[in-house]
Each structure stands twice: as C-alpha cells, then as structure tokens.
C-alpha cells in the first residue's frame, strides 16, 4: 500500500502524543463505500501503525473536524461547488462519545472533483449525546484524492482509465459472435432460396 501524504506535522504529533484525548474527541474508524470498490475500505486510530498513519491523515483531508465542531476561521461552505464532482463516496466514521456511547457520523466524499476534491456532511447530526455537526460543503487539497488511492480507491474515475468500469473487452467478443450469427443466418437464408430456384427451374 503506498504511504500517505504527510499532514501538517503539529497536528500528527498532537494526535500521536494524546491518544486518549484523540478518541474522545475524535473519530476512531472509518469505512468508505463506492463506486469501483468490491469490498468496503476500513481504517482505525487504534492500534498504532501505518493504518494509524493513513486514518489520522484521511481525516484531516477530508475536513472532518471543521465540519462536525465549529472553527475560527470557518472553511466550509454551505453552499455546493459549482461544477461537475464526479461520483460520490461516503465515510462512515465511529464517533465514541461519553458513558461508552457510540454516534456514526456520515461524510460524502467527491475525490475527483475538478480542480479540488470536495466533501459534505449533512448539518445537525448528533454526537456525544447534545452535539450537532456544523455540516455543510469542504474543498479540499489533492492531497484528499492521493489519501484515498492509497487507501484502495481507483486512481482515476471508475470506468475510467484504470477504473474498473463497463467490460468493454466482453462487449467486443459479444458483438462479434452477433454479426457471426447473422451472417450465418443470412447464409443459410441464400442457399435454401438457391436450392429452392434451382429446384422449380427443374
């Protein structure tokens, strides 16, 4: 698996240094949906590791934290991007919260996007028993888009380049035994109407 771009380095040693405080305010899993993917991609902060790596660094691309807790300054948008996103991925993340309760936040996720990667959390969904997600509308790096390849997405759009997409190799051979049969039907169709001319010349 290819390793990850490095996230802002203050916030790695933070979120290595604290694991406790990390787990309680923060996402612990997550597991990614969508298009291309044959089974869902599952990363964890725990245990520590090159999965720790990629989790810690998914998150803070996608603009997780600015879009459940409210931030000085504000980068989301409650507005959607203009343009094109492409196909939608989603991210489930596990959200452990007091009294051993456990809240599932959901985050679309447009890693490819024109000219940046885009996410979305619907606002208002609860967490840690009386919190709301800010919610709303993240542009993002390509950081976000090279995270993702690493984790298991396809590099480009599926069906797409290397994308797993429409079997157009099946389509070929399929087309060919079509004509095939056609012309084999059309054949068969001339040499009886001959047999039969020849038969009433006779």
């Known amino acids: 698996m290819k390793a990850f771009l490095l996230v802002p380095f203050a916030v790695t040693l ?12 923060g996402a612990s899993e997550a597991e990614i949906v969508g298009p291309g993917l044959d089974n869902p991609i599952s990363l964890a902060v725990q245990p520590v590791g090159e999965e720790r790596w ?9 603009g997780f934290y600015p879009a459940v807790f409210v931030r000085s300054p504000d980068p989301m948008l409650d507005e959607r991007p203009a343009g094109d996103l492409g196909p939608k991925y989603t991210i489930t993340y596990v959200m452990p919260g007091p009294n051993n309760e456990v809240d599932h936040l959901v985050q679309d996720v447009y890693p490819y996007a024109e000219p940046d990667p885009v996410t979305y959390v619907a606002p208002g969904q609860r967490f840690f028993g009386t919190e709301r997600t800010r919610g709303g509308w993240y542009v993002s790096t390509t950081a976000l888009k090279d995270n993702l390849v690493a984790a298991g997405l396809p590099r480009t759009p ?45």
């Open 14 to 25: 933070v979120a290595l240094a604290l694991p406790g405080a990390s787990l309680a305010k």
């Open 158 to 202: 599926p069906g797409d380049g290397d994308g797993p997409g429409f079997p157009w190799t099946l389509a070929g051979v399929l087309s060919v035994l079509v004509v095939a049969v056609v012309m084999g039907v059309l054949s068969a169709v001339r040499i009886r109407r001959g047999r039969q001319t020849r038969t009433v010349t006779a």
């Open 54 to 62: 990629q989790f810690l660094q998914l998150v803070e691309t996608t």
